[in-house]
């Protein structure tokens, strides 16, 4: 099962970016090898969109948020607390201009979860916005969340 949201709103900043764990590294490499492709997304079509650079700041808040529905068993956008992705993002001090995020549940690999999110044009149109710059990636207990943002 898995989620899309999106939210294009001016709101914080923050620009550092930086390469963390194995996993991350390779999560990355995985989704930039589908952005360098041009590819329809539902009835959406988006050409080839540069790389995304892992940013410490959002795989924190993925983090988080995947250890929230793990913990909490439920699969949403929304924590359990009731805060959005708008105020996670306030919460880990990243000031963005364009913000999106994709959940997943109970895919076994890092190629599972994106091949499920590209079957779905949420999913996808998010993974291929070029809206986004950077990114952040967690799994826990099969509780995927990609973090998709722009610093502002």
């Given amino acids: 099962m898995s ?3 999106a939210n294009h709103v001016s709101e914080r900043k923050n620009t550092k970016a930086v390469l963390s764990t194995g996993f991350e590294k390779l999560f990355l490499s995985k989704v930039n090898v589908v952005r360098s492709k041009a590819r329809k997304c539902g009835d959406e079509y988006f050409p080839a969109a540069p790389a995304l650079i892992l940013n410490h700041i959002l795989n924190k808040a993925a983090h988080k948020h995947s250890q ?3 913990k909490h068993q439920f699969l949403e956008h929304t924590s ?5 992705l708008v ?3 306030q919460d880990v001090n990243y000031l963005w201009s364009a913000v999106g995020e994709n959940i997943a549940h109970n895919q076994n690999s890092i190629g599972q979860v994106i091949e499920d999110w590209l079957s779905s044009p949420g999913h996808c149109s998010n993974m291929m916005s070029a809206d986004y710059t950077q990114t952040g990636v967690a799994n826990v207990n099969k509780y995927w969340t990609q973090v998709y943002a722009t610093p502002k």
Wanted: a negative charge; one cysteine or more; proline letters at 0%.
């Fill in 3 to 5: 989620c899309a949201a």
């Fill in 68 to 70: 929230d529905m793990s």
């Fill in 87 to 89: 105020e996670r993002m």
């Fill in 80 to 84: 359990s607390n009731g805060d959005t």
